[in-house]
């Protein structure tokens, strides 16, 4: 049996989306750059995520969405739905934020959002997760040091219907390595 205590170090790989700081010390990369983007690539987001009440009330009133139809669960029991909304604005949020971490973690800026479609209603308990295909990756004309990307990015609960697309252009640098670098992140 070998004894653990005078084993010699060994070189431990990096796990995929980290990069090595040390011999055992990993940093997880959030965001890329202009390269790490190819055009028909679809990224799955998670970690998916339940909308609760408190996300529809807190949200709503932070928003300053406070329509019946999604905070008055009598009114909204007259509805179509028979039940409370989920507020659009709130499952943009929701899905826009979990698509973010990676395609859009080092962003300089957001270019454009364009052509969002909300096709099927969210009500709590619903789990959403989300997606997103790169539709272009390029460098900057004007500003070669950046890249912009488009991608649609597609939202979907727990049943497997679509609740939100969108596309989005931003600006990524070109170069992550160096602006992690520089901001030791």
């Known amino acids: 049996m070998n004894d653990p205590a005078s084993a010699r170090p060994v070189e431990i790989a990096a796990p995929p989306a980290f990069r090595r ?37 807190l949200m709503g009133t932070f928003i300053g969405n406070q329509v019946p139809i999604h905070l008055d669960h009598e009114f909204a029991r007259s509805s179509q739905w028979g039940q409370p909304l989920v507020c659009s604005l709130i499952t943009l949020c929701l899905i826009g934020g979990m698509s973010t971490r990676f395609t859009s973690g080092l962003t300089v800026a957001n270019l454009e959002w364009r052509h969002i ?3 099927a209603p969210v009500f709590v308990g619903d789990t959403l997760h989300a997606e997103s295909e790169i539709l272009s990756a390029r460098l900057s004309g004007s500003r070669p040091h950046l890249g912009v990307i488009t991608c649609a990015t597609r939202g979907f609960k727990q049943t497997g219907d679509c609740v939100l697309r969108y596309e989005r252009s931003f ?11 520089a901001a030791d992140y």
């Not at 055992?24 to 990224?43: A, S």
């Not at 600006?171 to 670098?181: F, S, T």
């Open 171 to 181: 600006l990524v640098p070109a170069d992550p390595g160096a602006v992690r670098a």
């Open 117 to 119: 479609t909300l096709p």
């Open 21 to 57: 700081l040390s011999s055992n010390r990993f940093r997880e990369n959030i965001g890329g750059g202009v390269t790490d983007f190819m055009p028909g690539m679809i990224l799955e987001h998670r970690p998916a995520r339940t909308v609760t009440d408190a996300d529809v009330v």
